[in-house]
């Protein structure tokens, strides 16, 4: 009815803009945001809609410039600083990361996914202590959050915590970061060289949420990577 009395109103637009993103058509979420932007280019809602559509097309840039705005009109919107984090890890900027989220680690009341993302941007840091201590928290916060759990156990890392989540959880997503071979093995199949787990998530990143099964294909392919070592001597055994 709103749409048919008023179909340039914002709100009709800003309603329409959430309902092609929860049909996950985010260009034309894009579309409508700009629209209603040009505008009211200070409206909060629509910043941080339009922030969330361009980080869901990995547009990180454009996500991080619209998520900042809308945090700094309203420094209270828990999503968009949520989002905001998030693209700061997803551009390796685990810092950034965590300035956005400081305000909340600062209460001494952040909930279980704003301690899990503090976790992760130590993690990329490379402050083990700090990041075992977060996601410690972040499963007294949140403890039916499987990830969580496991992480927070002493000797269980991401790469655990990934293939564990690929076979008990049916996490199409999982990407087993710090195997020995995969990084290689994926490299070679994709890119035709090798690659470290930092190319390999950057290699990957198109085929999100899908990443596992991604690399699940491959290895059913029966692709091998070269072998560049010498070949071992047949041995005699007959005579043992």
């Given amino acids: 009815m709103l749409k048919k009395a008023s179909p340039n109103h914002p709100e009709t637009l800003f309603f329409e803009a959430q ?53 700094k009109l309203a420094p209270q919107q828990r999503l968009s600083r949520l989002l905001l984090a998030q693209t700061y890890l997803r551009n390796g900027e685990p ?7 400081k305000p909340v680690l600062d209460t001494g009341k952040a909930d279980g996914t704003t301690l899990s993302l503090a ?47 690929q076979r008990a959880l049916g996490d199409s997503d999982a990407l087993s970061v710090g195997d020995y071979h995969l990084s290689q093995y994926v490299g070679w199949a994709l890119a035709g060289k090798p690659l470290d787990d930092a190319g390999m998530v950057e290699l990957l990143e198109p085929w999100r949420p899908h990443r596992y099964r991604v690399v699940r294909l491959i290895e059913c392919s029966g692709y091998a990577k070269p ?8 041995q005699d055994h007959r005579r043992h």
């Fill in 95 to 101: 810092s950034k990361a965590l300035d956005a989220l």
């Fill in 119 to 165: 976790g992760e941007a130590y993690l990329q840091l490379g402050d083990a202590a700090r990041s075992e201590q977060a996601f410690q928290a972040a499963l007294k916060a949140a403890p039916d959050d499987a990830r969580v759990r496991l992480s927070a156990v002493p000797g269980i890392g991401a790469w655990t915590v990934a293939e564990i989540a």
């Fill in 227 to 234: 072998r560049f070592g010498p070949k071992l001597t047949i």
């Fill in 19 to 71: 309902f092609t993103f929860n049909g996950k058509d985010y260009k034309k979420t894009r579309e409508i945001t700009e629209q209603v932007l040009k505008g009211f280019p200070n409206n909060v809602r629509v910043l941080e809609l339009a922030g969330a559509a361009e980080f869901r097309m990995k547009n990180y840039i454009q996500a991080e410039a619209l998520l900042a705005k809308a945090l």
